[in-house]
């Protein structure tokens, strides 16, 4: 089943103001029959695309969800608000969709705490902060009183996690607005650095990264991963020897440049299944 629908996000109530296009939550989810089907429950991939805060890339999108969908488990990709919209109007989306997700979860045979985001470059910086920053008043302004948008894990795809030195300045820039901005004073870089944010209450996180990353640097899924490793959150952490930024699956499906295809590195979606499939065995 493919149901697009539109983001339903109480902005006001955190004092965000909404949007002129609604965010869209693309539904993608395997038919239940008894005849194929072994669990009664599947896990869940939200997919969020990368694009600097500036857009959502299509080479990110339902490409990625249909990876997860041909190995059985369900998927979903969001479309968020993206600049001029600021934090936390994205966050709160992203939130809300994981919230929508696990409220349809009996309808859909969808396992409840086996819900994971799945997000690229500043995609994997917006489903890091939801992991991270999932505790802040904000969301709860928003989405109400006892929801539940805690991610149960999340899959950082070369993403943009920190707003120090090794930041990507496009992505901050969309996040945060310009360097003279209020929403971009050194309290909200050292807010949206997620390095710093990771507590044990962060979701198991699974990362990859290239180590010739130009965009991007590789020292954003390090850190991430250190602050993981401090708190003692369960992680797995694959840095590829070549390859670029914005990679996608590796493969020509998502590449408009031979540069783009990269055999050695197309078991991330392997690796990552088998992620998603160890924590929704509770393994």
Request: net charge negative; aromatic share 8%; glycine share 8%.
């Amino acid at each position: 089943m493919q149901n697009m629908i539109h983001v339903d996000v109480h902005y006001e109530r955190a004092g965000v103001r909404p949007p002129d296009t609604p965010a869209t939550l693309n539904l993608l989810l395997l038919p239940h029959l008894a005849e194929i089907t072994m669990n009664p429950e599947r896990p869940m991939v939200i997919v969020v695309p990368g694009g600097a805060y500036h857009y959502c890339s299509p080479r990110e999108g339902e490409a990625i969800a249909l990876k997860f969908l041909a190995e059985g488990i369900h998927a979903a990709v969001l479309r968020y608000s993206c600049a001029p919209c600021r934090y936390p109007t994205a966050a709160l989306e992203l939130a809300w969709a994981v919230q929508y997700c696990r409220e349809h979860a009996a309808e859909w045979h969808v396992k409840p705490d086996a819900i994971s985001v799945c997000g690229f470059s500043a995609g994997g910086h917006l489903a890091g902060t939801v992991g991270t920053l999932w505790e802040e008043p904000v969301f709860e302004q928003a989405l109400g009183d006892g929801a539940s948008w805690r991610p149960d894990s999340q899959i950082l795809c070369y993403p943009v996690l920190t707003m120090g030195p090794f930041t990507h300045e496009g992505s901050r820039y969309g996040l945060l607005g310009a360097a003279e901005e209020p929403d971009n004073r050194l309290d909200a870089l050292e807010k949206m650095s997620l390095e710093n944010r990771v507590s044990d209450r962060t979701p198991p996180t699974f990362l990859w990264h290239t180590q010739e990353d130009g965009a991007v640097p590789v020292e954003n899924s390090l850190m991430y991963a250190a602050a993981l490793r401090r708190h003692k959150v369960p992680f797995e952490l694959h840095i590829y020897e070549k390859g670029g930024h914005g990679i996608s699956t590796c493969q020509e499906i998502t590449s408009n440049e031979r540069a783009q295809v990269v055999e050695d590195n197309q078991g991330w979606v392997d690796l990552a299944v088998r992620f998603v499939r160890r924590h929704w065995r509770g393994e």
